[in-house]
């Protein structure tokens, strides 16, 4: 099993910043692209931006130059650094990975539970 846990969400003015951090555990072996995605009320969950674990990433065009995706491989950690952030930013944001635990018989896809972002004056 390996569990993800997300922190760092909370409410936050139009132009501030917050950042996002997601920690793996349990029976890792490894971990492979690893990412973040967000859900809006009334809208379909979409990603926001992946790593590689050689360090690759991607964006979404509406976060691309505000956010920054980055990891920690030594801590099985995934960061996501939000900027300029505007109230469409507004979401549940969840914790991403693809990998294996050490039991496992096939890769696995794991999520977190996520964590609420509000973006609001």
């Known amino acids: 099993q390996v569990q993800l846990v997300e922190s760092g969400g909370g409410l936050v003015q139009p132009g501030g910043s917050l950042r996002l951090s997601c920690a793996a555990s349990?029976?890792?072996?490894?971990?492979?692209?690893m990412g973040w995605y967000r859900q809006a009320p009334g809208k379909q969950r979409e990603l926001v931006a992946t790593?590689?674990?050689?360090?690759?990433?991607n964006y979404a065009d509406s976060v691309k130059g505000r956010f920054t995706i980055s990891r920690d491989n030594a801590k099985n950690t995934v960061y996501l650094q939000m900027n300029s952030l505007k109230p469409e930013d507004t979401a549940v944001y969840y914790c991403?990975?693809?990998?294996?635990?050490?039991?496992?018989?096939?890769?696995?896809?794991?999520w977190g539970q996520g964590t609420q972002v509000t973006v609001s004056s």
């Open positions: 991403n990975a693809d990998g294996w635990g050490y039991y496992d018989t096939d890769p696995q896809d794991y």
């Open positions: 790593i590689t674990s050689g360090g690759s990433t």
């Open positions: 349990g029976s890792i072996f490894s971990l492979n692209a």
